[in-house]
Nanobody, 122 residues
């Protein structure tokens, strides 16, 4: 069974930076990514990366501000968040899937972390 453990959330001022980490264990994944859920909203796709080739995909609202990357030796994926905005406030979930592809739909990811809170103050 695969397991995902996130870290790095916290409180940050608008315009600042934060880096989330997600350590994977228990199995090999083909792609990993991040979703987020703001209060009163549905869980939404943020970014994803293919494990082998490093292809990436971002939701429009974070393009140019967030960067997803992976360290294959550490089996860890990162989300570097720069120029954060109050609307980035959410619980961020690490996700993974065992088959190739970097889809944006929630039901295409089989593994989920427990979530980490990111709060951006204005």
């Amino acid at each position: 069974q695969g397991q995902l453990v996130e870290s790095g959330g916290g409180l940050v001022q608008a315009g600042g930076s934060l880096r989330l980490s997600c350590a994977a264990s228990g199995r090999t994944f083909n792609s990993m990514g991040w979703f987020r859920q703001a209060p009163g909203k549905e869980r939404a796709f943020v970014a994803a990366i293919s494990w082998s080739g490093g292809d990436t995909y971002y939701t429009n609202s974070v393009k140019g501000r967030f960067t997803i990357s992976r360290d294959t030796a550490k089996n860890t994926v990162y989300l570097q968040m720069n120029s954060v905005k109050p609307e980035d406030t959410a619980v961020y979930y690490c996700v993974a899937r065992a088959v190739p592809g970097i889809p944006t739909a929630r039901d295409r990811y089989d593994y989920w972390g427990q979530g980490t809170q990111v709060t951006v103050s204005s």
